[in-house]
T-cell receptor
Framework: EAEVAQSPRYKITEKSQAVAFWCDPI?????LYWYRQILGQGPELLVQ????????DSQLPKDRFSAERLKGVDSTLKIQPAELGDSAMYLC???????????FGPGTRLTVL | GEDVEQSLFLSVREGDSSVINCTYT??????LYWYKQEPGAGLQLLTY?????DMKQDQRLTVLLNKKDKHLSLRIADTQTGDSAIYFC???????????????FGAGTRLAVHP
């Protein structure tokens, strides 16, 4: 069964360092989402791509976060510099249509010390 | 603004029915969803309901929607220990530009199933 892949699964870093997360969506899925899930809360959308274009990044803290999906397939989310409050689970999801079911990856758990 | 609220915790006995409740605020939501998250894992879509429906049944799962009160519930029949997880309610807030589906999640209800 096709799955959304994410790496790394766990990342520990010190504040002010740079971190990057990678996501490979299900093959053929044009829409890709990055969510942040703080412990005890539900996921919050950070950025949404349709192919290689950003369609919603209204909740992305653009002073330190960046996301790209250069060829419209896999995607990278970067944080530079990391802050203590960035500790969270970062989830990637993909869907085949803009209104379609979103399939989630296992997430990357980030701990900032 | 959009907001989704859920009770935080539910404990049930194995074999009983579980009912998880959710309220939402955006009356323009097209779809309402229930996701399940097991420890350390991503979210798994359990079921969804279109906003013009009142009820949807899928095996052990029954979703009830009261659009007037903006209330959604998930009933799990014959709850098993494997159902222990966090359950998230989400509303689909269609964006005007392109009609893309932005999901707004609740904080999740932790379901504990005991013998």
């Amino acid at each position: 069964e096709a799955e959304v892949a994410q790496s790394p699964r766990y990342k520990i870093t010190e504040k002010s360092q740079a971190v990057a997360f990678w996501c490979d969506p299900i093959s053929g899925h044009a829409t890709l989402y990055w969510y942040r899930q703080i412990l005890g809360q539900g996921p919050e959308l950070l950025v949404q791509f349709q192919d290689e274009s950003v369609v919603d990044d209204s909740q992305l803290p653009k002073d330190r976060f960046s996301a790209e999906r250069l060829k419209g397939v896999d995607s990278t989310l970067k944080i530079q510099p990391a802050e203590l409050g960035d500790s969270a689970m970062y989830l990637c999801a993909s869907s085949s249509l803009g209104l379609g079911e979103q399939f989630f990856g296992p997430g990357t758990r980030l701990t900032v010390l | 603004g959009e907001d989704v609220e859920q009770s935080l915790f539910l404990s049930v006995r194995e074999g009983d029915s579980s009912v998880i409740n959710c309220t939402y605020t955006d009356s323009s939501s097209t779809y309402l969803y229930w996701y399940k998250q097991e420890p350390g894992a991503g979210l798994q879509l359990l079921t969804y309901i279109f906003s013009n429906m009142d009820m949807k049944q899928d095996q052990r799962l029954t979703v009830l929607l009261n659009k007037k009160d903006k209330h959604l519930s998930l009933r799990i029949a014959d709850t098993q220990t494997g159902d222990s997880a966090i359950y998230f309610c989400a509303e689909g807030a269609a964006m005007f530009s392109g009609g893309y589906n932005k999901l707004i999640f609740g904080a999740g209800t932790r379901l504990a199933v005991h013998p």
